[in-house]
Every structure is written in C-alpha cells, then in structure tokens.
C-alpha cells in the first residue's frame, strides 16, 4: 500500500449549512407558534413573538446570502 498523505477536511459547503440552519429556525419557530396556541402563556407571548421575528429576520438574511451566492 502507498503511503499517500491526504489533504485536511475542508469546511460543509455554504448551501448545506444554510440549508440545516433555515430548517431549525423553521422548526423552532413551529414549535413555539404551537406552544402559544395551546398554552396561551400571556406573560410570555412577547418575548417568545420577539424570538420568533428574529429567527424569521435570519432565515431572510440567509436566505438572501445564499440567494447571492448561487447566483
């Protein structure tokens, strides 16, 4: 067998690690869309509304870098 020197792992591609962040973001934000209908916690409905607008502030950034990047 020859002994070959291999180069070192490189980084995930941008489209896959996009991708897996704007699909946790999605489902985080479901979870606590249904948290709030079942449980209707008033105390706590802008603050978990704050987090939710956030994480759709950042699913649009990345969705617009990889937007520019593929194009």
Known sequence: MLN???PPLGVAPHWYVYNERMRELNEA???HLEH???Y???EKQKERY???ASWCDEI???AMLE???EG
Do not use: D, H, P, S
């Open 67 to 69: 937007a520019k990047l």
């Open 29 to 31: 934000i479901q979870r």
């Open 36 to 38: 709030a209908a079942k």
């Open 50 to 52: 704050q987090a939710i």
């Open 4 to 6: 070959t020197i291999k």
């Open 60 to 62: 649009k950034a990345l």
């Open 40 to 42: 209707q916690a008033v």
